[in-house]
């Protein structure tokens, strides 16, 4: 129960933020994509250098 409350209001407030200051909105997703991206290439780095 309790976690199918934190979910609803986790995406409350995701909508929320969305709608009430996208710039912002819009500046923390492509600091999630830039380090998913960073993270993404490293492990690119560790398998290149551990296969050669």
Do not use: C, H
């Not at 995701?14 to 960073?38: C, H, N, T």
Request: charged share 15%.
């Amino acid at each position: 129960m309790v976690k199918k409350i934190l979910t609803w209001g986790s995406i409350a407030f995701l909508i929320f933020f969305i709608a009430y200051r996208p710039e912002s909105a819009a500046q923390v997703a492509k600091s999630i994509g830039s380090g998913l991206a960073d993270l993404a290439d490293g492990f690119t780095n560790f398998f290149t250098s551990l296969v050669s």
